[in-house]
């Protein structure tokens, strides 16, 4: 059982910075950060693979959002740049036993509790 604990959610204004940080208890692979605003579904934003060679984004994330992972600390992150009002969401860390860069919220076995980003205009 691997138990993943999110931290870095805030209120930020738009054109800000944000880091989200996602620590977990044992060894994983994969890791991704999906997000969900009240009364949509959850989705994708980005993933990793084990090594970090591989990586994904949501298109609407691309060339504003970083994942990255520190294996040692067995710690994923996300940083958030040029942040939107439409950014808003709680955002959550999830991990999957499956090899490459899962996409899907299916692929993925275990997820955190989530923490919430602000974006005001």
């Known amino acids: 059982q691997v138990q993943l604990i999110e931290s870095g959610g805030g209120l930020v204004q738009a054109g800000g910075s944000l880091r989200l940080s996602c620590a977990a208890s044992?060894?994983?692979?994969?890791m991704g950060w999906f997000r969900q605003a009240p009364g949509k579904e959850r989705e994708f934003v980005a993933a990793?693979?084990?090594?970090?060679?591989?990586?994904y984004y949501a298109d609407s994330v691309k060339d504003r959002f970083t994942i990255s992972r520190d294996n040692a600390q067995n710690t994923v992150y996300l940083q958030m740049n040029s942040l939107k009002p439409e950014d808003t969401a709680r955002y959550y860390c999830a991990a999957s036993m499956w090899v490459g860069v899962p996409k899907k919220l299916d692929e993925y076995n275990y997820w955190g509790q989530g923490t919430q980003v602000t974006v005001s205009s």
């Open positions: 044992g060894r994983t692979y994969a």
């Open positions: 990793i693979s084990r090594s970090s060679a591989s990586t």
